[in-house]
């Protein structure tokens, strides 16, 4: 069984930082892809940023290129999503999701190719 939890969300003004944490446990794959997902109520969930096993390969959804960066730490099982000059479109419940494997350029936004995901975490952005 896999396990991921995510912390570091909570309600900041627009223009704003947060860096969200998602750390993995359990039986993992050796190699495993990770990505970020985002929902409000009503409403699928939304590919945010996505990132291989190496890290070599980072994707991310045209609303928050260049404000979102996406990385991990292997040694800590441990992927984060720096998130840079928030807006109150942001306003979401951000949840990770595990691949195990690759993951590929033709797919990495849809929900259907993540294996496991998180519980999420509340992130509010005011104006």
């Known amino acids: 069984q896999v396990q991921l939890v995510e912390s570091g969300g909570g309600s900041v003004q627009a223009g704003d930082s947060l860096r969200l944490s998602c750390a993995t446990s359990?039986?993992?794959?050796?190699?495993?892809?990770m990505g970020w997902f985002r929902q409000i109520p009503g409403k699928d969930r939304e590919f945010v940023a996505a990132?291989?096993?190496?890290?070599?390969?980072?994707y991310y959804a045209n609303s928050v290129k260049g404000r979102f960066t996406i990385s991990r730490d292997n040694a800590k099982n441990t992927v984060y999503l720096q998130m840079n000059s928030l807006k109150p479109e942001d306003t979401a419940v951000y949840l990770c999701?595990?691949?195990?494997?690759?993951?590929?350029?033709?797919?990495?936004?849809?929900?259907?190719?993540?294996?496991?995901w998180g519980q999420g975490t509340q992130v509010t952005v005011s104006s």
């Open positions: 999701a595990l691949r195990r494997g690759e993951i590929y350029s033709n797919s990495y936004w849809y929900t259907s190719e993540y294996d496991y």
């Open positions: 359990g039986r993992t794959e050796s190699t495993y892809a």
């Open positions: 990132i291989n096993w190496g890290g070599s390969s980072t």
